[in-house]
Nanobody
Framework: QVHLVESGGGLVQPGRSLRLSCATS????????VGWFRQAPGKDREGVIC????????YFSSAAKGRFAVSRDNAKGTAYLQLSSLEPEDTAVYYC???????????????????WGQGTQVTVAS
């Protein structure tokens, strides 16, 4: 059985940082493209950053460029999303996802996603 479990969310002041983790089980992570998504209240789920199994190819949304970074530790089966210079507009539930065949661009466009995590809430407020 496959599980993706996000953690690290919470309440943070504008301008601060958070690091989210996505711990996977039931899969061999280095076989998968990994994506981070977010969904704000009343909005569609959007791709934030998606990366290939070796992190060589990365796709960034416009909101993520220059502020967010992604990494992965395939040996640990864990992916990370570093959120910096957070703004109230970044408030959302953040999800990780994997797919065995997606390019980062396809995954972030939600054209291919195999497994989702349950999400972790990030709230940016003073």
């Amino acid at each position: 059985q496959v599980h993706l479990v996000e953690s690290g969310g919470g309440l943070v002041q504008p301008g601060r940082s958070l690091r989210l983790s996505c711990a996977t089980s039931g899969i061999t992570l280095h076989h998968y493209t990994v994506g981070w998504f977010r969904q704000a209240p009343g909005k569609d789920r959007e791709g934030v950053i998606c990366i290939t199994w070796d992190s060589e190819t990365q796709y960034f949304s416009s909101a993520a460029k220059g502020r967010f970074a992604v990494s992965r530790d395939n040996a640990k089966g864990t992916a990370y999303l570093q959120l910096s210079s957070l703004e109230p507009e970044d408030t959302a539930v953040y999800y990780c996802a994997v797919d065995g065949y997606a390019t980062p661009q396809d995954m972030c466009a939600r054209r291919r996603v195999l497994y989702w995590g349950q999400g972790t809430q990030v709230t940016v407020a003073s």
